[in-house]
Protein backbone atom coordinates (compact mmCIF):
# COMPACT_ATOMS: atom_id res chain seq x y z
CA UNK A 1 0.00 0.00 0.00
CA UNK A 2 1.10 3.50 -0.78
CA UNK A 3 0.28 6.60 0.31
CA UNK A 4 -1.18 8.43 3.10
CA UNK A 5 -3.44 5.63 4.69
CA UNK A 6 -5.63 8.26 6.37
CA UNK A 7 -6.77 9.83 3.01
CA UNK A 8 -6.97 6.55 1.41
CA UNK A 9 -9.55 5.30 4.35
CA UNK A 10 -11.20 8.94 4.54
CA UNK A 11 -11.55 8.58 0.70
CA UNK A 12 -13.62 5.19 1.10
CA UNK A 13 -15.80 6.59 3.95
CA UNK A 14 -17.03 9.89 1.91
CA UNK A 15 -17.34 7.36 -1.12
CA UNK A 16 -19.52 4.93 1.05
CA UNK A 17 -21.40 7.88 2.43
CA UNK A 18 -22.09 9.18 -0.99
CA UNK A 19 -23.27 6.09 -2.21
CA UNK A 20 -25.77 5.93 0.94
CA UNK A 21 -27.00 9.48 0.37
CA UNK A 22 -27.70 9.23 -3.38
CA UNK A 23 -29.53 5.20 -2.28
CA UNK A 24 -31.47 7.51 0.20
CA UNK A 25 -32.50 10.37 -2.05
CA UNK A 26 -33.72 7.80 -4.62
CA UNK A 27 -35.64 5.50 -2.78
CA UNK A 28 -37.68 8.31 -0.47
CA UNK A 29 -37.70 10.13 -4.09
CA UNK A 30 -39.41 7.27 -5.71
CA UNK A 31 -41.32 5.78 -3.12
CA UNK A 32 -42.57 9.64 -1.35
CA UNK A 33 -43.71 10.28 -5.11
CA UNK A 34 -45.67 7.65 -5.07
CA UNK A 35 -47.40 7.67 -2.08
CA UNK A 36 -48.18 11.69 -1.47
CA UNK A 37 -48.71 12.50 -4.90
CA UNK A 38 -50.02 9.71 -7.21
CA UNK A 39 -51.22 11.42 -9.55
CA UNK A 40 -48.21 13.21 -10.82
CA UNK A 41 -46.07 10.09 -10.35
CA UNK A 42 -43.57 9.90 -13.13
CA UNK A 43 -42.76 5.67 -12.18
CA UNK A 44 -46.16 3.81 -12.03
CA UNK A 45 -46.12 0.48 -10.31
CA UNK A 46 -44.53 -1.90 -12.36
CA UNK A 47 -41.40 -3.22 -13.24
CA UNK A 48 -39.70 -0.19 -13.39
CA UNK A 49 -40.79 0.98 -10.09
CA UNK A 50 -39.27 -2.30 -8.35
CA UNK A 51 -36.40 -2.37 -10.28
CA UNK A 52 -35.74 1.63 -8.72
CA UNK A 53 -36.52 0.43 -5.82
CA UNK A 54 -34.50 -2.27 -5.45
CA UNK A 55 -31.32 -0.66 -6.57
CA UNK A 56 -31.76 2.27 -4.45
CA UNK A 57 -32.47 0.03 -1.12
CA UNK A 58 -29.52 -2.18 -2.55
CA UNK A 59 -27.30 1.64 -2.85
CA UNK A 60 -28.49 2.22 0.68
CA UNK A 61 -27.42 -1.36 2.58
CA UNK A 62 -24.31 -1.24 0.61
CA UNK A 63 -23.29 2.03 1.59
CA UNK A 64 -24.33 1.93 5.61
CA UNK A 65 -22.26 -1.20 5.72
CA UNK A 66 -19.11 0.01 3.91
CA UNK A 67 -19.28 3.61 5.66
CA UNK A 68 -19.42 2.10 8.93
CA UNK A 69 -16.81 -0.48 8.18
CA UNK A 70 -14.29 1.78 7.00
CA UNK A 71 -14.79 3.96 10.13
CA UNK A 72 -14.45 1.23 12.39
CA UNK A 73 -11.37 0.46 10.43
CA UNK A 74 -10.12 3.97 11.63
CA UNK A 75 -11.86 4.32 15.05
CA UNK A 76 -11.27 1.26 16.51
CA UNK A 77 -7.89 -1.07 17.19
CA UNK A 78 -7.45 -4.03 15.32
CA UNK A 79 -7.73 -6.41 18.62
CA UNK A 80 -11.16 -4.51 19.03
CA UNK A 81 -11.87 -5.20 15.87
CA UNK A 82 -12.20 -8.76 16.04
CA UNK A 83 -13.23 -8.88 19.18
CA UNK A 84 -16.88 -6.78 17.68
CA UNK A 85 -16.70 -9.67 14.50
CA UNK A 86 -16.42 -12.40 16.86
CA UNK A 87 -19.54 -11.24 19.27
CA UNK A 88 -21.42 -10.44 16.12
CA UNK A 89 -24.09 -7.87 15.91
CA UNK A 90 -26.24 -10.55 18.39
CA UNK A 91 -24.30 -12.08 21.32
CA UNK A 92 -23.82 -16.11 20.24
CA UNK A 93 -24.19 -18.47 23.09
CA UNK A 94 -22.12 -20.05 24.88
CA UNK A 95 -21.16 -23.54 23.39
CA UNK A 96 -22.21 -26.26 24.74
CA UNK A 97 -21.52 -30.35 24.57
CA UNK A 98 -18.67 -31.72 22.72
CA UNK A 99 -18.32 -28.52 20.73
CA UNK A 100 -17.38 -27.13 23.98
CA UNK A 101 -14.36 -29.19 23.77
CA UNK A 102 -12.75 -27.82 20.47
CA UNK A 103 -9.75 -26.32 21.09
CA UNK A 104 -9.56 -22.87 19.34
CA UNK A 105 -7.91 -22.65 15.92
CA UNK A 106 -8.05 -26.19 15.32
CA UNK A 107 -10.55 -27.62 12.76
CA UNK A 108 -13.35 -29.69 14.10
CA UNK A 109 -13.38 -33.26 14.20
CA UNK A 110 -16.62 -34.10 13.01
CA UNK A 111 -15.87 -34.83 8.85
CA UNK A 112 -13.71 -36.80 10.11
CA UNK A 113 -15.42 -39.56 12.96
CA UNK A 114 -18.82 -39.28 10.91
CA UNK A 115 -17.86 -42.62 8.84
CA UNK A 116 -16.93 -45.96 10.82
CA UNK A 117 -14.50 -48.18 9.74
CA UNK A 118 -14.91 -52.21 9.35
CA UNK A 119 -12.44 -53.08 11.13
CA UNK A 120 -10.81 -49.73 12.71
CA UNK A 121 -12.27 -47.14 14.66
CA UNK A 122 -13.05 -44.66 11.84
CA UNK A 123 -12.85 -44.60 8.10
CA UNK A 124 -11.01 -41.19 6.70
CA UNK A 125 -12.42 -39.54 4.11
CA UNK A 126 -10.47 -39.17 1.12
CA UNK A 127 -9.45 -36.05 -0.64
CA UNK A 128 -9.17 -36.06 -4.12
CA UNK A 129 -8.08 -32.85 -6.64
CA UNK A 130 -8.88 -34.66 -9.66
CA UNK A 131 -12.58 -34.53 -9.43
CA UNK A 132 -12.78 -30.79 -10.08
CA UNK A 133 -10.95 -31.43 -13.04
CA UNK A 134 -13.14 -34.36 -14.55
CA UNK A 135 -16.20 -32.12 -13.64
CA UNK A 136 -14.90 -29.38 -15.66
CA UNK A 137 -13.98 -32.00 -18.74
CA UNK A 138 -17.44 -33.78 -18.73
CA UNK A 139 -19.27 -30.36 -18.41
CA UNK A 140 -17.34 -29.19 -21.42
CA UNK A 141 -17.57 -32.01 -24.04
CA UNK A 142 -21.19 -32.38 -22.66
CA UNK A 143 -22.11 -29.01 -24.15
CA UNK A 144 -19.56 -28.46 -26.99
CA UNK A 145 -21.16 -31.76 -28.74
CA UNK A 146 -24.58 -31.09 -27.80
CA UNK A 147 -24.12 -27.97 -29.87
CA UNK A 148 -22.44 -28.92 -32.39
CA UNK A 149 -25.45 -31.93 -32.70
CA UNK A 150 -27.84 -28.86 -33.37
CA UNK A 151 -25.92 -27.29 -35.77
CA UNK A 152 -25.12 -30.99 -37.67
CA UNK A 153 -28.91 -30.68 -37.82
CA UNK A 154 -29.05 -27.57 -39.24
CA UNK A 155 -26.52 -28.69 -42.00
CA UNK A 156 -28.37 -32.00 -42.97
CA UNK A 157 -31.92 -30.23 -42.69
CA UNK A 158 -29.91 -27.99 -45.76
CA UNK A 159 -28.59 -30.81 -47.37
CA UNK A 160 -32.13 -32.44 -48.13
CA UNK A 161 -33.33 -29.25 -48.72
CA UNK A 162 -30.78 -29.39 -51.65
CA UNK A 163 -29.58 -25.93 -50.18
CA UNK A 164 -25.82 -26.85 -49.02
CA UNK A 165 -24.37 -24.29 -46.36
CA UNK A 166 -20.32 -24.35 -46.88
CA UNK A 167 -20.02 -21.80 -44.09
CA UNK A 168 -21.30 -24.03 -41.78
CA UNK A 169 -19.84 -27.32 -42.83
CA UNK A 170 -16.18 -25.22 -42.76
CA UNK A 171 -17.33 -24.50 -39.40
CA UNK A 172 -18.25 -27.55 -38.55
CA UNK A 173 -15.44 -29.66 -39.34
CA UNK A 174 -13.23 -28.28 -36.74
CA UNK A 175 -16.40 -27.91 -34.12
CA UNK A 176 -16.68 -31.54 -34.65
CA UNK A 177 -12.91 -32.51 -34.03
CA UNK A 178 -12.93 -31.03 -30.98
CA UNK A 179 -15.95 -32.19 -29.91
CA UNK A 180 -14.76 -35.64 -30.51
CA UNK A 181 -11.00 -34.43 -28.47
CA UNK A 182 -12.95 -33.22 -25.50
CA UNK A 183 -15.19 -36.47 -25.19
CA UNK A 184 -11.67 -38.63 -25.64
CA UNK A 185 -10.32 -36.70 -22.77
CA UNK A 186 -13.06 -36.94 -20.35
CA UNK A 187 -13.12 -40.77 -20.94
CA UNK A 188 -9.66 -41.29 -20.38
CA UNK A 189 -9.62 -39.00 -17.54
CA UNK A 190 -13.10 -41.30 -16.39
CA UNK A 191 -11.28 -44.34 -16.95
CA UNK A 192 -8.13 -43.43 -14.86
CA UNK A 193 -10.53 -42.20 -11.69
CA UNK A 194 -12.51 -45.35 -11.79
CA UNK A 195 -10.03 -48.27 -13.19
CA UNK A 196 -7.42 -47.97 -10.69
CA UNK A 197 -9.95 -48.68 -7.89
CA UNK A 198 -10.51 -46.80 -4.85
CA UNK A 199 -8.43 -46.33 -1.61
CA UNK A 200 -9.69 -46.79 1.85
CA UNK A 201 -8.35 -46.14 4.72
CA UNK A 202 -9.26 -46.87 9.12
CA UNK A 203 -7.68 -45.47 11.65
CA UNK A 204 -7.60 -46.63 15.13
CA UNK A 205 -8.49 -43.47 17.03
CA UNK A 206 -8.92 -39.58 16.78
CA UNK A 207 -8.00 -37.03 16.89
CA UNK A 208 -4.43 -38.18 17.05
CA UNK A 209 -2.26 -37.00 19.72
CA UNK A 210 1.40 -35.64 19.77
CA UNK A 211 3.75 -38.71 21.29
CA UNK A 212 1.18 -41.19 20.54
CA UNK A 213 0.83 -44.51 18.04
CA UNK A 214 -2.17 -45.67 16.07
CA UNK A 215 -3.10 -48.67 13.68
CA UNK A 216 -4.35 -47.79 9.88
CA UNK A 217 -5.34 -50.37 7.44
CA UNK A 218 -5.19 -49.46 3.76
CA UNK A 219 -7.52 -51.37 1.52
CA UNK A 220 -6.97 -51.24 -2.13
CA UNK A 221 -9.57 -52.20 -4.66
CA UNK A 222 -8.96 -52.68 -8.39
CA UNK A 223 -7.68 -55.18 -10.68
CA UNK A 224 -4.41 -54.41 -11.47
CA UNK A 225 -0.36 -54.93 -10.55
CA UNK A 226 0.78 -52.29 -8.36
CA UNK A 227 4.52 -51.53 -9.21
CA UNK A 228 4.75 -50.15 -5.78
CA UNK A 229 2.79 -48.43 -3.32
CA UNK A 230 3.57 -45.77 -0.17
CA UNK A 231 2.09 -44.36 2.79
CA UNK A 232 3.51 -41.01 4.16
CA UNK A 233 2.29 -38.75 7.39
CA UNK A 234 3.19 -35.26 6.22
CA UNK A 235 2.95 -32.09 7.49
CA UNK A 236 2.25 -29.20 5.54
CA UNK A 237 1.64 -25.51 6.30
CA UNK A 238 -0.80 -23.43 3.75
CA UNK A 239 -0.62 -19.49 3.31
CA UNK A 240 -3.44 -17.62 1.14
CA UNK A 241 -1.64 -14.10 0.51
CA UNK A 242 -2.75 -11.50 -2.07
CA UNK A 243 0.44 -10.44 -5.05
CA UNK A 244 -1.48 -7.61 -6.78
CA UNK A 245 -5.16 -8.30 -7.78
CA UNK A 246 -4.45 -12.10 -7.32
CA UNK A 247 -5.12 -14.22 -4.35
CA UNK A 248 -2.41 -17.26 -4.41
CA UNK A 249 -2.40 -19.68 -2.43
CA UNK A 250 0.99 -21.30 -1.38
CA UNK A 251 1.88 -24.70 0.26
CA UNK A 252 4.95 -26.17 1.94
CA UNK A 253 5.82 -29.43 3.41
CA UNK A 254 7.52 -28.93 7.14
CA UNK A 255 7.59 -32.61 8.07
CA UNK A 256 6.88 -35.91 6.47
CA UNK A 257 7.61 -39.82 7.56
CA UNK A 258 7.44 -42.60 5.51
CA UNK A 259 5.07 -45.41 7.18
CA UNK A 260 5.31 -47.93 4.66
CA UNK A 261 6.93 -48.74 1.26
CA UNK A 262 5.15 -51.69 -0.50
CA UNK A 263 6.80 -53.63 -3.46
CA UNK A 264 5.21 -55.27 -6.26
CA UNK A 265 1.79 -57.45 -5.89
CA UNK A 266 -1.32 -58.10 -7.59
CA UNK A 267 -5.12 -57.36 -6.33
CA UNK A 268 -8.05 -59.13 -8.32
CA UNK A 269 -11.56 -58.27 -8.12
CA UNK A 270 -13.32 -58.97 -4.80
CA UNK A 271 -9.81 -59.61 -3.14
CA UNK A 272 -8.41 -56.23 -2.66
CA UNK A 273 -5.47 -55.42 -0.84
CA UNK A 274 -5.36 -54.79 2.87
CA UNK A 275 -2.15 -53.71 4.73
CA UNK A 276 -1.66 -52.98 8.29
CA UNK A 277 0.95 -50.49 9.39
CA UNK A 278 1.61 -48.18 12.35
CA UNK A 279 1.90 -44.66 12.22
CA UNK A 280 3.39 -42.91 15.38
CA UNK A 281 2.83 -38.88 15.82
CA UNK A 282 6.12 -36.95 16.97
CA UNK A 283 6.00 -36.20 20.37
CA UNK A 284 7.48 -32.51 19.17
CA UNK A 285 4.59 -32.13 16.07
CA UNK A 286 2.69 -28.82 16.06
CA UNK A 287 -1.05 -29.09 16.25
CA UNK A 288 -3.12 -29.05 13.06
CA UNK A 289 -4.15 -25.35 12.95
CA UNK A 290 -6.77 -23.44 10.97
CA UNK A 291 -7.08 -19.17 10.53
CA UNK A 292 -8.36 -17.27 8.02
CA UNK A 293 -5.37 -17.08 5.80
CA UNK A 294 -3.04 -19.35 6.87
CA UNK A 295 -2.94 -23.24 8.27
CA UNK A 296 -1.27 -26.13 9.13
CA UNK A 297 -2.71 -29.38 8.06
CA UNK A 298 -2.04 -32.94 8.15
CA UNK A 299 -2.67 -35.76 6.02
CA UNK A 300 -1.49 -39.42 5.46
CA UNK A 301 -1.03 -39.62 1.52
CA UNK A 302 -1.47 -42.71 -0.66
CA UNK A 303 0.72 -43.03 -3.64
CA UNK A 304 1.02 -45.68 -5.72
CA UNK A 305 2.16 -46.97 -9.22
CA UNK A 306 0.45 -49.69 -11.40
CA UNK A 307 0.91 -51.60 -14.46
CA UNK A 308 -0.33 -49.80 -17.72
CA UNK A 309 -1.76 -46.55 -15.08
CA UNK A 310 -0.50 -43.28 -14.11
CA UNK A 311 0.62 -43.44 -11.37
CA UNK A 312 -1.73 -42.07 -8.56
CA UNK A 313 -1.95 -40.11 -4.99
CA UNK A 314 -4.34 -40.00 -2.81
CA UNK A 315 -4.91 -37.62 0.18
CA UNK A 316 -6.39 -38.34 3.52
CA UNK A 317 -6.46 -35.86 6.07
CA UNK A 318 -6.15 -36.13 9.88
CA UNK A 319 -6.84 -33.54 13.04
CA UNK A 320 -3.96 -33.25 15.22
CA UNK A 321 -4.69 -32.22 18.52
CA UNK A 322 -2.51 -30.17 20.87
CA UNK A 323 -0.94 -32.18 24.02
CA UNK A 324 -2.51 -30.40 26.63
CA UNK A 325 -6.08 -30.98 25.06
CA UNK A 326 -5.13 -34.84 25.53
CA UNK A 327 -5.36 -34.73 29.15
CA UNK A 328 -8.88 -33.99 29.37
CA UNK A 329 -9.69 -35.93 26.40
CA UNK A 330 -8.60 -39.14 27.98
CA UNK A 331 -9.81 -38.38 31.36
CA UNK A 332 -13.13 -40.76 32.06
CA UNK A 333 -15.99 -38.95 32.31
CA UNK B 1 5.67 -0.51 30.46
CA UNK B 2 4.38 -4.23 30.22
CA UNK B 3 5.88 -6.69 33.01
CA UNK B 4 5.31 -10.50 32.85
CA UNK B 5 5.32 -11.86 36.05
CA UNK B 6 7.47 -15.04 35.64
CA UNK B 7 10.34 -16.84 35.52
CA UNK B 8 10.82 -16.98 31.58
CA UNK B 9 8.49 -15.85 29.08
CA UNK B 10 6.98 -18.79 28.13
CA UNK B 11 4.26 -20.35 29.14
CA UNK B 12 2.25 -23.77 29.15
CA UNK B 13 -1.26 -24.24 27.69
CA UNK B 14 -3.98 -23.44 31.15
CA UNK B 15 -1.47 -21.78 32.72
CA UNK B 16 -2.18 -18.40 33.86
CA UNK B 17 -0.93 -15.39 32.60
CA UNK B 18 0.22 -13.12 34.64
CA UNK B 19 1.32 -9.42 33.52
CA UNK B 20 1.43 -5.85 35.20
CA UNK B 21 1.09 -2.53 33.05
CA UNK B 22 1.45 0.89 33.78
CA UNK B 23 1.94 4.57 32.08
CA UNK B 24 4.83 7.46 33.42
CA UNK B 25 5.36 10.82 32.74
CA UNK B 26 1.79 11.20 31.11
CA UNK B 27 -0.74 12.49 33.60
CA UNK B 28 -4.12 10.18 34.22
CA UNK B 29 -6.44 13.18 32.77
CA UNK B 30 -4.89 13.07 29.63
CA UNK B 31 -6.07 8.80 29.01
CA UNK B 32 -9.22 8.51 27.52
CA UNK B 33 -9.19 4.88 27.39
CA UNK B 34 -6.82 1.99 27.63
CA UNK B 35 -7.00 -1.29 25.75
CA UNK B 36 -4.98 -4.62 27.28
CA UNK B 37 -5.21 -8.00 25.41
CA UNK B 38 -4.00 -11.34 25.05
CA UNK B 39 -3.58 -11.86 21.29
CA UNK B 40 -2.04 -14.37 18.68
CA UNK B 41 -0.70 -13.18 15.16
CA UNK B 42 0.58 -15.24 12.52
CA UNK B 43 3.35 -13.70 10.47
CA UNK B 44 4.95 -15.03 7.03
CA UNK B 45 4.32 -15.09 3.87
CA UNK B 46 -0.13 -15.50 4.45
CA UNK B 47 -2.11 -12.76 4.94
CA UNK B 48 -1.18 -11.77 8.41
CA UNK B 49 -3.92 -13.12 11.06
CA UNK B 50 -4.78 -12.18 14.25
CA UNK B 51 -6.69 -13.72 17.05
CA UNK B 52 -7.91 -12.01 20.37
CA UNK B 53 -7.84 -14.66 23.36
CA UNK B 54 -8.92 -11.55 26.02
CA UNK B 55 -9.52 -8.19 25.67
CA UNK B 56 -10.58 -5.19 28.67
CA UNK B 57 -10.94 -2.19 27.92
CA UNK B 58 -11.44 0.91 30.10
CA UNK B 59 -12.96 3.80 29.79
CA UNK B 60 -15.20 6.48 31.71
CA UNK B 61 -15.51 5.66 35.05
CA UNK B 62 -13.37 2.49 35.50
CA UNK B 63 -10.53 4.60 34.46
CA UNK B 64 -10.96 7.12 36.81
CA UNK B 65 -11.66 5.13 39.65
CA UNK B 66 -7.98 2.87 38.77
CA UNK B 67 -5.17 4.32 41.06
CA UNK B 68 -2.07 4.89 38.35
CA UNK B 69 0.50 4.94 41.06
CA UNK B 70 0.66 1.22 41.40
CA UNK B 71 0.99 -0.94 38.08
CA UNK B 72 -3.04 -2.11 36.55
CA UNK B 73 -2.30 -6.46 37.27
CA UNK B 74 -3.77 -8.27 34.83
CA UNK B 75 -4.47 -12.37 35.18
CA UNK B 76 -5.71 -14.30 31.86
CA UNK B 77 -5.94 -17.88 32.24
CA UNK B 78 -4.00 -19.31 28.80
CA UNK B 79 -5.92 -21.30 26.24
CA UNK B 80 -4.60 -25.08 24.66
CA UNK B 81 -4.03 -23.49 20.98
CA UNK B 82 -3.06 -22.02 19.07
CA UNK B 83 0.62 -23.08 20.63
CA UNK B 84 3.42 -20.78 19.50
CA UNK B 85 5.38 -22.15 15.88
CA UNK B 86 8.29 -21.17 13.73
CA UNK B 87 7.72 -22.78 10.61
CA UNK B 88 8.66 -21.99 6.97
CA UNK B 89 5.78 -20.75 5.74
CA UNK B 90 3.92 -19.13 9.03
CA UNK B 91 4.79 -18.12 12.68
CA UNK B 92 2.58 -18.34 15.31
CA UNK B 93 3.19 -15.80 18.15
CA UNK B 94 1.55 -14.02 21.41
CA UNK B 95 2.19 -11.25 22.87
CA UNK B 96 0.09 -8.66 25.60
CA UNK B 97 -0.74 -5.79 23.92
CA UNK B 98 -1.60 -2.35 25.72
CA UNK B 99 -2.61 0.40 24.07
CA UNK B 100 -2.76 3.86 25.73
CA UNK B 101 -5.23 6.65 23.60
CA UNK B 102 -4.81 10.05 25.08
CA UNK B 103 -7.09 12.81 24.76
CA UNK B 104 -5.11 14.77 21.98
CA UNK B 105 -5.88 11.73 20.03
CA UNK B 106 -2.14 10.28 20.40
CA UNK B 107 -2.73 6.46 20.69
CA UNK B 108 0.64 4.57 22.88
CA UNK B 109 1.34 1.20 21.80
CA UNK B 110 3.57 -1.11 24.01
CA UNK B 111 3.81 -4.91 23.68
CA UNK B 112 5.53 -7.47 24.74
CA UNK B 113 5.73 -11.44 23.50
CA UNK B 114 5.89 -15.01 25.31
CA UNK B 115 5.75 -18.10 23.87
CA UNK B 116 2.62 -21.13 24.65
CA UNK B 117 4.35 -24.43 24.80
CA UNK B 118 7.50 -25.34 23.62
CA UNK B 119 7.17 -26.80 20.08
CA UNK B 120 9.95 -24.43 19.09
CA UNK B 121 10.94 -22.93 21.79
CA UNK B 122 13.10 -24.94 24.48
CA UNK B 123 11.94 -23.75 28.31
Redesign the interface.
Known amino acids: MSGWWFVGSLGEALFFASFFLVGVVCFTTIVGWQFLSPSTQVVRIGYGFWLLTTVSAACIVLGAVGFWYRVLKVAT ?4 R ?2 IS ?1 RGIVPRPKQLGSKSIL ?4 PPLTPFTDSPGAKLAFRLPCEWKGTGALVAYGLFAMFWNAMMAVFCVFAIGGVLKGDIQYRLFALLIPGIYIGLRSGQLFLKSYIQAIGIGSTTLEIEDLPLIPGQKYKLLLVQYGRLVIKKLSIRLVCE ?6 FGTDIRT ?1 H ?1 I ?1 RQQIILDQGRFRIDWGRPLELECEISIPA ?4 S ?1 Q ?4 A ?1 HWKIIVEGEANRWPSYCRNFPVVVY ?4 TSQLKQPS | MIRLIGLQPTYMPRESLEFEYRVSNINQSMISAIEASVVWLTEGKGTEDLGVHSFQRLTGNALSAADWTVPQRVVVPLPDSPLSYEGKLLKISWCVRVRFYLNDGTELVAQQPFYLGTITKEV
Request: aromatic fraction near 6%; charge should be negative; proline fraction near 9%.
Open positions: SDEHEIQPPSVEESTYHEQVDAMHFSLHNIPLAR
